[in-house]
C-alpha cells in the first residue's frame, strides 16, 4: 500500500530526487513562516517605539526621553579599578530644576564610561563646567533615576529593524517564487523550450480594424503545449488567489501587532485600556483565522496540484470539433472530473445612480466526465477528448456594455470535500469567417 507521505521518491545510486509535493509545502511553509515573522514583529516593533511601550522601551529606554536642561554643580572621577586593572569612570552632579521637583544625580551617559588612565578621564570632562546650564535628557516617569548629558545612539534598534525587514525581503521574495513556480513542472519547461522552435513565429489573424467586436486571441495561443497546439492560460490563477490570501493576512496581522503592544503596554505601566483590549482580543482572534486560512489554502493547492488544458486549434468555429488535453497533477482521490463548455453573457447598466454588471450562462455542455481515479505525485492524470462547438452558437463578442464569454471549466469532486473549478477562457469566431479565410 502506497504511503501518502513520501519524502524521498527514488534513488539512483548515492543520488536522490526528493518529493515535489514535500518540496513545494515545505518551501511555502518556510518562507511564509518567515514573512509572517518579519511583517508582525516589525509592526510590533514600530508600534512599541512610536507608543514608547514595552518591550523596545525596555531594550532602549532612551527612546523615551525628552529633553530638557540642567545645571552642573561638580565634576569628579571615581577609581572603580584595582591595581593589575586600573578604571577611571568620569561624571558630573547635575541638578534638573522641575516644577514638581528639584533632582540631584551623578551621570554623564546611561551606559557609564570608563578610561585606564586618570588624564583620559578628566580629559572626557573637558566642555563641562561647574555652575554652567546644558542640555540633558530623562525619562519623564523617573527623571531622578535616569538623567544624563549625553544620548546613547540607538545602533541596536535600527539593527533589530534591519533584521526585521531582512525577514520580509527574503521571504516575501521566496514566497513569491515558490507560489509562481509551484504549477510549472521542469517537464512543461522543457516541453515549452522543444515545441517553441517548431511553431510559426506568425499567424494568420483577422484585422483588428475590421472586427473589431470579436476578443483578439493573441494571449490565448502564445504557449505552445506539451501534446497539442496550444496550452491555454488560466482565467484566475491559484498563486495569486494565494498571494492575495497572504496580503490581507499580513495586514490584518500587523495591525493586530499594533493593538496587542498598545494594549500590553498599557496594562505594564499600570494604565490599562479596557476599550483597546477588548477591541484587540476579536482582532487579534481574526488575525489568527486568516493565517490559518492561508495555511489551508497552500495545503490545498499543494495537494491539488496545477491543472493544464490544451487544445488542438485556436480560434474555435460553430459545429467544428477539436481535441482537447487535460493534465491535472497533485496527490489525491478523484471522484469525479468533469470539463465543461461555458458561454457567458454579461451587461453592464446604470440602475439610478449605479453602475452595475451582471453575468449569466446561457450555454453549459459537458465535453468530457472521469470519475474514480486516483492522482499520486509525480504521476499526473492525463486524457485526451473530443470537443464540438455547437452549431449556429453566437460568437465571442466584446463592447463597452455587453460582452460574450465562452471558456472551458475543468471541475473537480475529490475526496476530504476537496472541490476546485479552474476557467480557461477561449475565443469562438463566427462560422462566415472561416470560410472567408
Known amino acids: 500500500m502506497p504511503r501518502w507521505f513520501r519524502i524521498w521518491e527514488k534513488k539512483r545510486g548515492s543520488r536522490r530526487t526528493v ?4 518540496a513545494s509545502v515545505g518551501e511555502t511553509f518556510f518562507f511564509s513562516a518567515i514573512f509572517f515573522f518579519g511583517v508582525i514583529f516589525t509592526a510590533m516593533a514600530v508600534a512599541s517605539t512610536v507608543l514608547e511601550t514595552w518591550p523596545i522601551r525596555t531594550m532602549f529606554p532612551e527612546v523615551a526621553y525628552v529633553e530638557g536642561e540642567c545645571t552642573i554643580q561638580e565634576i569628579r572621577v571615581v577609581d572603580l579599578g584595582t591595581e593589575d586593572y586600573p578604571r577611571y569612570q568620569p561624571e558630573a552632579l547635575v541638578l534638573l530644576d522641575l516644577p514638581q521637583k528639584h533632582h540631584h544625580r551623578w551621570t554623564l551617559r546611561r551606559s557609564p564610561l570608563s578610561y585606564s588612565t586618570q588624564e583620559a578621564a578628566w580629559d572626557r570632562l573637558n566642555g563641562y563646567e561647574p555652575g554652567w546650564i546644558y542640555p540633558c535628557w530623562y525619562d519623564p516617569d523617573s527623571p531622578g533615576q ?7 545612539p540607538a545602533w541596536g534598534l535600527w539593527v533589530i529593524f534591519l533584521v526585521l525587514i531582512s525577514f520580509i525581503v527574503i521571504g516575501g521574495i521566496g514566497l513569491i517564487y515558490t507560489l509562481l513556480l509551484m504549477g510549472t513542472s521542469v517537464e512543461r519547461r522543457a516541453a515549452i523550450a522543444k515545441k517553441a522552435k517548431t511553431l510559426e513565429l506568425l499567424r494568420e489573424a483577422l484585422p483588428a480594424t475590421t472586427y473589431p467586436s470579436i476578443p483578439n486571441d493573441a494571449n490565448l495561443t502564445n504557449s505552445p503545449g506539451v501534446r497539442l497546439a496550444f496550452r491555454l492560460p488560466i482565467e484566475v490563477s491559484p498563486g495569486w488567489w494565494l498571494l492575495a490570501t497572504l496580503i490581507f493576512s499580513l ?3 500587523g495591525m493586530a501587532g499594533v493593538f496587542f503592544i498598545a494594549a500590553l503596554g498599557n496594562h505594564l505601566a499600570g494604565k490599562p485600556d479596557w476599550m483597546l483590549t477588548i477591541i484587540s ?3 487579534i482572534g481574526i488575525s489568527l483565522a486568516a493565517i490559518s486560512q492561508f495555511l489551508r489554502e497552500v495545503t ?3 495537494r491539488v496540484g ?3 488544458l490544451e487544445i488542438s486549434n485556436h480560434p474555435l468555429y460553430p459545429g467544428k470539433e ?4 487535460v493534465t491535472q497533477a497533485g496527490k489525491m482521490k478523484v471522484r469525479q472530473l468533469q470539463i465543461l463548455l461555458v458561454c457567458e453573457e454579461a451587461a453592464t447598466f446604470l440602475q439610478g445612480t449605479d453602475v452595475r454588471s451582471e453575468t449569466k450562462r446561457v450555454v453549459e455542455e459537458e465535453v468530457a466526465v472521469a470519475k474514480g481515479f486516483e492522482i499520486k505525485p509525480g504521476l499526473p492524470f492525463e486524457a485526451d477528448y473530443q470537443l464540438k462547438v455547437p452549431e449556429g452558437c453566437m460568437h465571442s463578442f466584446k463592447s463597452d456594455h455587453n460582452a460574450i464569454h465562452w471558456k472551458l471549466v475543468v471541475q473537480i469532486n475529490a475526496d476530504h470535500g ?3 473549478s479552474r476557467s480557461f477562457p477561449i475565443v469562438v469566431y463566427p462560422a462566415e469567417l472561416e470560410v472567408a479565410r
Not at 518529493?19 to 514535500?22: A, C, D, I, L, P
Not at 535616569?146 to 546613547?152: A, D, G, H, K
Not at 477539436?322 to 488535453?325: A, C, E, G, K, S
Open 251 to 253: 495586514l490584518w496581522s
Open 322 to 325: 477539436y481535441r482537447v488535453f
Open 306 to 308: 496545477p491543472t493544464g
Open 146 to 152: 535616569s538623567v544624563v548629558l549625553e544620548r546613547t
Open 281 to 283: 482580543l476579536p482582532t
Open 300 to 302: 490545498a493547492h499543494t
Open 418 to 420: 476537496t472541490r476546485l
Open 19 to 22: 518529493s515535489r509535493v514535500v
